[in-house]
């Protein structure tokens, strides 16, 4: 498994915006990543595909390609991460009396706005971090 490509800084070029990016990475690598990224939109349907898509995408295409590697397995990170903080969010509404309730209001823009920053900087060729995201798989 490939590591945080911040540690191979001499193998990967600096952007002007200061991140990291593949040069090499074809228009197919860059789609298959998105679509890692964007699957959080799938919960609304099946919550269980918001999971599975990258999980898939990652199992398929990280042997093929670091940079699918590195994105869908940071996708699928930020999808448990999310689900890990709303179940959390529960039992804290019950101990609160319903004010830990407002931190699932927080989960919802948390999943938007980090998808799509995650989804433009795949289609950009960047590599992503997501913030608040515990690294589960490596």
Known sequence: MMADPSQHAPTYPVN???RLYDPA????ER????LAHLS?????IAPVVALAAPLVIWLVKRE????????ARE???????????SVLAIPLAII???????????????????MIMASIA???GEFYRYPMTFRFIN
């Open 16 to 18: 002007a915006r200061g």
């Open 25 to 28: 990475v074809t228009d197919d």
């Open 31 to 34: 789609t298959w990543a998105m």
């Open 40 to 44: 959080v939109l799938a919960h609304l």
């Open 64 to 71: 093929q390609s670091a940079y699918l590697d590195d994105h």
């Open 75 to 85: 996708s699928l990170n930020f999808h448990i991460t999310l689900v890990l903080y």
């Open 96 to 114: 609160t009396c319903g004010i830990g309730g407002l931190l699932l209001l927080l989960v919802y823009p948390l999943g938007l706005i980090g």
């Open 122 to 124: 795949a289609n950009r």
